[in-house]
C-alpha cells in the first residue's frame, strides 16, 4: 500500500464516522486551547501585577528615621538634606536620589475644613515616584531656588478645591500660606495612602518647607539604582551610609524587591498550576482517543482482515491508524490554538487600560506538540493491536 493510499484511506475512514471523529477532536481542541490561554493569562497576569508594583518606582530604595518612642527625638539623627546628596555623590549606580518632608494642615473648601497633606518635595521627586502630572507642570529649579510660593495639588483636591473652574494659577490656602496652583498631578500607580502621597495633598519647593519649619530634615529619602539586581546592593549601601553619618540613629532602609519576588513566585506558581490543568484537560482527550480508535479496530477486524490478505504489511495497518489518530489530535490542535487566538482579541475591549494579552509564540508551540504526541502516544496501542490481527481470524470476525 503506498503512502498516498494510506493516508487516503485514514481520512475515507475518519470522514464516514464524522460524528464520532468530531466529539473525539473536541476534547483535544478544548485541551490545546486551555494550554494557550493559561499561559497567555498567567503571563498577562504576571506582568500586570509586576508592572503596577513597579509603577510605584522602578528600582526604588527609601529610607526613614525609627523613632523609638522609649526614646527622646534626636535632631542629629534625622536624615537630612546632606545625606541626599552623599547618597548622589558617594554611592555608585545611583540615578537619582530625592527627599520629601510632610506636615498635616488644613484647606477650607466650600465653607468646610478639610485635612490635607503639606508635602515639601525635592528635585527628581517626580521621576522617582512616576507621577502623572494632569495640568501644568511640576517644580522646577527656579521654583527651588528662589523659594516661589508655589504647589501642585492632586486632582481630587482640584475637584474639591476649584469645581467649576480650571485650577492652573489659582491661588490656594493652605493653612497660613496661601500658593499659587502651578500643576496638578496624581500618582501613577495608587498607594492608597501609604506613602506621603494622601487623597488630598499640596506639593511645595523643599526649600519653602524648610524655610518656613526652619528644620533641614528629611522624612522619606529615595534613591533609584540604575539597574534591578543593583537594588539590593544599594539598599545595603544607603542604611551603611546613614548609619556612619548618624552613629546613634535607627534607620528602616527598605525596596519592593521583595514584593516583586513575591509576585513573580506567585505567577510562575499560578502558571504551572494552569498548565497542569491543561494538561490533564489533553490526558482525558488521550484516553478518549484511544477508547474511540480501540472501538474502531473491533468494528474494522473484517476490513483489515481483507487487506492483509490482499498484500497490506504490518507496517502499513499499524501507520493506517497512527495516522487517524494523529489527524484527530493534529486538526484539533490547529482549532484549539486558533480559538486561543481569537479570544484575547475578542476581550481586549472589555479589560481595564493597562492590560494586554499578548499570546506567547512559545505556549502555541507547546499546545500543538503535546496535543499531537498525546494523539501519537495513546493511538500507538490501537493501531498495534490493528496491525497485529491475525488475516484468518479478521476473514471469520462477524
Known amino acids: 500500500m503506498l503512502a498516498g493510499e494510506t493516508w487516503r484511506v485514514a481520512f475515507e475512514a475518519l470522514w464516514s464516522n464524522k460524528l464520532r471523529a468530531f466529539l473525539t477532536t473536541l476534547g483535544v481542541v478544548i485541551g490545546s486551547a486551555c494550554i494557550v490561554l493559561v499561559v497567555t493569562v498567567a503571563v498577562a497576569g504576571r506582568s500586570y501585577v509586576i508592572s503596577q508594583i513597579e509603577g510605584v518606582g522602578s528600582n526604588l530604595v527609601y529610607a526613614n528615621y525609627e523613632v523609638n518612642p522609649q526614646q527622646a527625638l534626636v535632631m542629629s539623627n534625622e536624615i537630612a538634606l546632606a545625606d541626599m546628596n552623599a547618597i548622589k555623590a558617594v554611592l555608585p549606580g545611583v540615578v537619582a536620589a530625592a527627599g520629601t518632608r510632610s506636615m498635616q494642615t ?28 494632569l495640568q501644568g507642570r511640576f517644580l522646577d529649579a527656579d521654583d527651588m531656588q528662589s523659594r516661589s510660593k508655589v504647589c501642585l495639588i492632586t486632582d481630587e483636591l482640584a475637584a474639591l478645591a476649584f469645581p467649576n473652574e480650571n485650577p492652573m494659577g489659582a491661588s490656594l490656602r493652605v493653612g497660613d500660606l496661601s500658593f499659587t496652583v502651578i500643576g496638578v498631578f496624581r500618582e501613577r500607580i495608587g498607594t492608597f495612602g501609604l506613602s506621603e502621597i494622601q487623597r488630598y495633598t499640596v506639593l511645595v519647593p523643599f526649600p519653602l518647607m524648610q524655610y518656613y519649619t526652619g528644620d533641614n530634615s528629611i522624612d522619606a529619602l529615595y534613591a533609584q539604582a540604575d539597574a534591578p539586581e543593583h537594588v539590593s546592593a544599594l539598599t545595603l549601601q544607603v542604611e551603611a551610609l546613614l548609619r556612619s553619618r548618624h552613629p546613634g540613629g535607627t534607620y528602616v ?29 489533553l490526558l482525558v482527550s488521550g484516553i478518549g482517543i484511544m477508547n474511540i480508535m480501540l472501538v474502531t479496530v473491533t468494528e474494522r477486524t473484517r ?15 499499524l501507520y493506517q491508524f497512527l495516522i487517524e489518530a494523529i489527524l484527530i489530535s493534529g ?63 479478521s476473514l471469520r470476525y462477524e
Open 106 to 133: 488644613t484647606v477650607v473648601t466650600e465653607g468646610v475644613e478639610r485635612s490635607v497633606a503639606l508635602v515639601g518635595a525635592t528635585d527628581g521627586f517626580q521621576v522617582i515616584r512616576n507621577l502623572r502630572i
Open 253 to 281: 532602609v527598605q525596596n519592593l524587591s521583595a514584593i516583586l519576588d513575591a509576585a513573580r513566585s506567585i505567577g510562575t506558581a499560578l502558571t504551572i498550576v494552569l498548565l497542569v490543568i491543561g494538561f490533564i484537560a
Open 331 to 393: 486538526i484539533g490542535s490547529v482549532l484549539g490554538i486558533l480559538i486561543a487566538l481569537a479570544i484575547p482579541v475578542l476581550v481586549r475591549p472589555l479589560l481595564p487600560g493597562g492590560i494586554s494579552m499578548p499570546v506567547p509564540w512559545l505556549s502555541v508551540v507547546l499546545a500543538f506538540v503535546v496535543a499531537c504526541s498525546t494523539g501519537l502516544f495513546f493511538g500507538y496501542l490501537p493501531a498495534n493491536k490493528a496491525a497485529q490481527l491475525p488475516p484468518t481470524e
Open 303 to 317: 476490513e483489515i482482515g481483507i487487506r492483509k490478505a490482499i498484500g497490506a504489511r504490518h507496517r502499513e495497518i
